[in-house]
């Protein structure tokens, strides 16, 4: 099994920013596709980015281009998200997600619980 524990979510003013960590455990040897994904209220849960498991691929949803940037740990089992100009619209609780292969055209298998994300106007 795997586990995946996020960290770093918190409230935060409108233009502000965070910075969320993701660690995965346990059965972590190979090397993954990992991402982040958010759930806002009342609302599907969504990609926000995610990166190969060698960096060399990264995708960001059109609502945060330019404004987030994940990156990864040396030991590749760690994922961050660096998120500037935050708006309202980015409050959601927020997951980090480990793929089923190394590349993003595999599809996310293991969860972590979630960080929440509040940005206020």
């Known amino acids: 099994q795997v586990q995946l524990v996020e960290s770093g979510g918190g409230l935060v003013q409108a233009g502000g920013s965070l910075r969320l960590s993701c660690t995965a455990s346990g059965r972590t040897f190979g090397n993954y596709a990992m991402g982040w994904f958010r759930r806002a209220p009342g609302k599907e849960r969504e990609v926000v980015s995610a990166?190969?498991?060698?960096?060399?691929?990264?995708y960001y949803s059109d609502s945060v281009k330019g404004r987030l940037t994940i990156s990864r740990g040396g030991a590749k089992n760690t994922v961050y998200l660096q998120m500037d100009s935050l708006k309202p619209g980015g409050t959601a609780v927020y997951y980090c997600?480990?793929?089923?292969?190394?590349?993003?055209?595999?599809?996310?298998?293991?969860w972590g619980q979630g960080t929440q994300v509040t940005v206020s106007s």
């Open positions: 997600a480990r793929y089923t292969g190394t590349y993003l055209s595999t599809e996310p298998q293991y």
């Open positions: 990166v190969s498991w060698d960096s060399g691929t990264t």
